[in-house]
């Protein structure tokens, strides 16, 4: 049967990682675990992980090493396969060589060591090592400096560094071993833990040199194997993964060596262990090859499982431990870090709280109290005592506790440990009491009335609203355990109801309020008196709170906002917005003058005039937070529905590293422009996220501006010259970044104020002198100019007043041409048409009177002949007035054929050339162009006594060019500029008009004698 630990590792370990990037890659949960995990993943594929001695992290992925201080990642290139990997206290790197990547030469084997001092690899070949797939187990430890302890599989053997001698402890033939599976470093000084397939082997170092073994077989051994890795918690507690070879296939099952002997944990359990580590919650953590997380609530009791994507969606691989309950873990992703949150579960503070539903406060004795259904529990210290109670055998009654009302001594010795409120029949509404000289809980009832809400009072003694039975009124009532004694009604105080809550302050005032009605009140000196809320009331707001402060302030949450109140001016004043919450439900000042504002999503915190939040992140549950208190040995807790947290500070001590990002920002600017710089920071391992970082910022010696969330700072006016912005960080924990981030930058003098600008302005006064020289010449010559000028203004005034006749006589003509072609199209319609239409009419009505078929047959013809003259006039017309073949086959086409027409008409010979790709034209264009061909091709026939003629139609880009040319007699520029009077004159001038209106131009060359060229270009327009 073949088993993990005996397959040859490459092929193993191949496919597993294979497998491993399948399912890291699969779902994302969002699942949250107490403790605070982060995920790193510029670390890629993080196989072996460990820890320096400074506590950075220590990683390599065969082909990199990583430092990894917290702030910054130190990548150190290696050219070999790594395996197990140290850091010595000298800050040396050590790891053995991964024998089955075939990367190293052959002839090597054994140790290399980085030293940051040359930036170096260096190799220490160890024979005992040669051709043994070590792969990625621990398989050496440091006994003393350059003094190892090692396994290759086969064997146990130290090996000195220096001296290159090696000894062998222990061989597999001397115990019942097939194979050396790992070797860990114990924690007690000069104690080693082998584990082997069969079981697990002590060794021991004394203060001689001398080394010792024994051997603790694992029960079965015929039948039971030992699967890679072993957890090393401690020299008393090891875990192991055991194969079940009876079984067919083999069944897996947890182990535990605890002291001297062994324990059987799990039935079932299919995970490769890769590490593991305890933490301070009383929990053992194990990572699982392709599992995720598995942790072991009560060791040898019950075993939790977590999938690794319940976490960060990825697949675990390989974890380290370190002090301070801290943990690495290697994943297919990235490294993740699983550290203690600022919020803990109750099992920090004593591990027996664990498994508590719900914590209902600490009493004067100090006592912590917890309940969960058909219980409560007082626990001090490590002592625990239960209370069957069966007014909450269910977990819904524990969301009926009021929380208002929690742990309050009574002046008659007793303890009210809560109000249970019963939703569905008030009648069941009772005080639960602790009687500590009798050691019972006790329950308190009135026969006449029924508690509908209950708060805490001055002078061990609590305030209850209460109904009557007989007359349902409600009365606020004080009770110090043994008489209730009436302060008010509902008749005096109208605004009393079962959702009304009642606070006392120092000075013996007492608040009333009520988020779902309103004003709110106060009795003082048995007066009640209404006080306006800042705010409407919203009821889908709700939520209310009250504190008194150190002070004697008085803050007060309506909704969402909270107040303080000013009861000079009877105003409030706004202290903080919750609307992303949704409801303040507690406020609460502790001795170091925080206050704390519980919301429902999140709970706020005021230290130092800056607020902080916490929320999942940090390590709170991710349901609706209810109170938040502090117990007598000034723990504070915060009470959700569905569990409890405890506030840690401790777990997080690092400050954040701020930073100016150089390619973000200038070091010059222009004078009276706003400045912006924006900055970046990062907590140490991420421990908060970079959005809860808050920033504040100094500008030069200015004071320092208050901390926000805005990573960037804004200035106006700032003065020119050197300046130099100091910027500095703070995480939740409220740890301020220890080194500002400094940017230095300078600010440009206004021009005016440059030294250049006196070169500028001496500069300027000899351009000024020459200016001047310059004015004298021309008045000088002003006379001269005057002339000038005055002719170009008269030549410029006779070629306005000759473009304006131009102008008119060419809308005379055209008003002309208009009415000579109407004239001319009623003509033809009438002579040509209309005529032979009418004969026709004529010819088929003497057609109906014939009757012999010859007769008939030649009048038909007649008919059909005349028809046929009759179409064709027709189509010379439509021809004449707009060519089908323009819109048919486009402009080019038009063109030849008008060609072909002049040819036999006037016996002009017209070559007609087309270049370019052409365009889609819009009508308007088509047909411009094809008239002002005609007219050009008009004034050949007419004007140039040419006998041959060219069109050339070229296509651009932009444009469109018709370019037509002749060789006939030409004519002169003069007579180009006057030729108005011709009856072509006005053609080429109103081509011209119409060529600008278009965005083109007409261009006219003539040499007299030599022929005339006339190019018309039109910008090309969408269609």
Same mark, same amino acid.
């Given at each position: ?37 982060? @995920?790193?993943?510029?670390?890629t594929?993080?196989? !072996? ?6 506590? /950075? ?15 910054? !990642? ?12 140290? %850091?010595d ?13 075939q ?48 396994t ?8 000195d ?8 402890i222990?061989?597999r033939? =001397?115990?019942?071993?097939?194979? #050396?599976?790992?070797? &860990? ?21 004394n ?5 010792t073994?024994?051997? @603790?077989p ?36 947890l ?8 324990? $059987?944990?799990?039935?079932n ?16 953590w ?14 040898? $009791? ?8 319940d ?8 974890s ?24 803990q579960?109750?099992a920090?503070?004593?591990p ?5 539903? $719900? ?6 004795q ?5 309940? *969960? ?6 626990? %001090? ?36 440990? @809560? ?15 602790? =009687?500590a ?18 708060f ?40 009393l ?75 409030? $004043?706004?202290?903080l ?6 409801g ?27 607020? !902080? ?52 920002? &200038? ?12 900055f ?14 808050? /920033?504040?910022?100094c500008?030069?010696?200015? =004071? ?14 700032v003065?020119?010259g &050197? ?21 230095e #930058? ?6 005016? *104020? ?26 000088? &010559? ?5 002339a ?17 006749e131009?102008l ?5 003509e ?11 199209l009623?003509?033809?319609?009438h002579?040509s048409?209309? %005529?032979?239409l ?7 009505s ?39 073949l ?18 036999t ?36 026939? *007419? ?22 040319? =002749? ?32 965005g ?24």
């Amino acid at each position: 049967m073949t088993l993990m630990s005996t397959i040859p590792m490459k092929t193993e370990i191949h496919r597993y990682f294979l497998l491993a990037v399948l399912i890291g890659a699969s779902s994302v949960s969002h699942a949250q675990h107490p403790g605070v995990w982060r @995920y790193f993943p510029e670390i890629t594929l993080p196989f !072996v992980v460990n820890f320096t001695p400074e506590g /950075y992290a220590l990683i390599h992925n065969h082909e990199t090493v990583f430092i990894y201080d917290g702030y910054e !990642v130190k990548k150190i290139h290696v050219d070999s396969r790594l395996g197990a990997i140290q %850091q010595d206290e000298q800050g040396r790197i050590w790891s053995v060589y991964n024998d089955h990547s075939q990367i190293m030469p052959p002839d090597f084997y054994g140790m290399i060591l980085y030293d940051p001092a040359t930036e170096q690899w260096q190799r220490f070949p160890i024979p005992d090592l040669q051709g043994k797939n070590i792969g990625d187990s621990d398989c050496f430890e440091f006994y003393e400096p350059n003094q190892l302890i090692l396994t290759n599989h086969e064997k146990f053997f130290t090996y000195d560094l220096k001296t290159g001698e090696s000894h062998d402890i222990l061989r597999r033939e =001397d115990v019942s071993h097939e194979f #050396f599976l790992s070797l &860990n470093k114990g924690s007690s000084e000069g104690v080693f833990w082998g584990i082997g397939d069969q079981g697990i082997l002590r060794f021991t170092r004394n203060t001689k040199g001398e080394w010792t073994w024994r051997n @603790y077989p694992l029960p079965g051994a015929d039948h039971r194997k030992v699967q890679w890795y072993p957890v090393v918690l401690s020299d008393q507690e090891i875990y192991v993964r055991v194969a079940e070879l009876n079984d067919e296939p083999p069944s897996y099952f947890l182990m535990r060596f605890h002291g001297d002997r062994w324990e $059987k944990l799990t039935q079932n359990y299919p995970f490769h262990l890769r590490n593991g580590w305890a933490d301070s919650l009383g929990r053992i953590w194990t990572s699982g090859w392709l599992a995720g997380l598995i942790y072991l609530q009560e060791p040898g $009791k019950e075993i939790k499982t977590i999938e690794g994507n319940d976490i960060l969606g990825l697949t675990l691989c390989h974890s380290a431990f370190c002090k301070d309950d801290v943990a690495l873990i290697g994943s297919v992703g990235g490294l993740m870090r699983h550290a203690p949150a600022l919020w803990q579960p109750p099992a920090k503070l004593n591990p027996q709280f664990s498994g508590y539903d $719900k914590v209902l406060g600490s009493d004067e004795q100090g006592n912590l109290w917890f309940a *969960k259904p058909g219980q409560l529990i007082r626990g %001090q210290g490590k002592e625990m005592q239960r209370y069957d109670w069966k007014t909450m055998d269910r977990i819904e009654d524990l969301q009926t506790i009021n929380l208002d009302l929690q742990c309050h001594p009574l002046a008659d010795g007793r303890t009210v440990l @809560y109000l249970y409120k019963n939703f569905w029949d008030s009648s069941q509404n009772q005080l639960t009491v602790y =009687d500590a000289a009798a050691n019972l809980i006790q329950s308190v009832t009135r026969p006449d009335k029924i508690f509908e809400n209950g708060f805490p009072g001055p002078n061990k003694t609590i305030y209850l609203i209460c109904k009557d039975t007989q007359t349902n009124l409600l009365s606020l009532e004080q009770f110090d355990g043994a008489t209730y004694q009436p302060i008010a009604d509902e008749n005096a105080i109208s605004d009393l109801d079962n959702k009304t809550r009642v606070f006392y302050t120092r000075s013996g005032d007492i608040w009333l309020l009520n988020f779902y009605r309103g004003p709110y009140g106060m009795i003082r000196k048995g007066n009640y008196q209404t006080i306006e809320p800042p705010v409407n009331h919203l009821t889908e707001t709700p939520g209310n709170a009250f504190l008194e402060r150190s002070d004697g302030t008085i803050w007060a949450g309506f909704g969402y906002v909270v107040y303080e109140y000013d009861p000079d001016q009877e105003t409030w $004043k706004q202290q903080l917005d919750c609307t992303e919450d949704i409801g303040v439900r507690e406020m609460l000042e502790t001795e170091d003058g925080s206050i704390w504002v519980v919301a429902r999503k999140r709970i706020y915190r005021l230290k130092n005039g800056i607020w !902080v939040y916490y929320n999942y992140k940090e390590g709170l549950p991710s349901s609706t937070y209810m109170s938040i208190f502090k117990d007598r040995q000034q723990h504070l807790w915060a009470v959700s529905y569905t569990s409890d947290s405890l506030f840690c500070p401790d777990a997080d001590s690092d400050p954040p590293l701020v930073a100016i990002p150089e390619e973000e920002n &200038n070091h010059q600017f222009l004078p009276n422009v706003n400045i912006r710089i924006t900055f970046t920071a990062q907590d140490r391992w991420k421990y908060t996220d970079t959005e809860k970082l808050q /920033y504040s910022y100094c500008l030069d010696e200015g =004071d320092w501006s208050p901390y926000s969330y805005d990573p960037f700072a804004v200035f106006s006016d700032v003065d020119p010259g &050197n300046h130099r912005l100091q910027v500095t960080a703070m995480d939740v924990n409220y740890n301020h970044a220890v080194t500002p981030a400094v940017w230095e #930058f300078v600010v440009s003098e206004p021009w005016y *104020k440059e030294p250049g600008f006196m070169i500028i302005m001496t500069l300027a006064s000899l351009v000024i002198i020459m200016l001047l020289g310059l004015l004298v010449f021309r008045y000088f &010559n002003l006379t001269k100019l005057v002339a000038e000028r005055t002719e170009h203004l008269a030549n410029a005034n006779e070629q306005l007043l000759s473009h304006r006749e131009k102008l008119q006589a060419l809308t005379s003509e055209l008003f002309l041409i208009e009415e000579r072609e109407r004239r001319k199209l009623a003509t033809d319609l009438h002579d040509s048409i209309s %005529q032979s239409l009418s004969l026709s009419m004529l010819e088929l009505s003497s057609l109906a009177k014939a009757k012999a078929v010859e007769e008939i047959k030649e009048q038909a013809a007649h008919i059909r002949k005349r028809l046929d003259q009759t179409l064709q006039s027709t189509r010379n017309m439509t021809y004449q007035l707009c060519p089908p073949l323009l819109y048919q086959a486009g402009l080019g086409p038009a063109i030849a054929q008008l060609a072909e027409e002049f040819h036999t008409h006037h016996g002009l010979v017209i070559d007609c050339t087309e270049s370019g790709e052409s365009a889609p034209l819009a009508d308007e264009l088509r047909y411009f162009l094809f008239r002002a061909t005609r007219e050009l091709l008009v004034n050949i026939t *007419k004007h140039a006594q040419a006998s041959h003629g060219n069109v050339w139609l070229a296509w651009a880009t932009e444009s469109i060019r018709i370019q037509v040319s =002749d060789d006939g007699i030409g004519f002169t520029r003069q007579e180009t500029r006057n030729h108005v009077s011709d009856q072509g004159g006005y053609g080429l001038f109103g081509l011209r008009e119409r060529a600008t209106r278009m965005g083109g131009e007409l261009e006219i060359q003539s040499i007299p004698k030599q022929g005339t060229i006339v190019s018309l270009t039109i910008p090309l327009r969408e269609k």
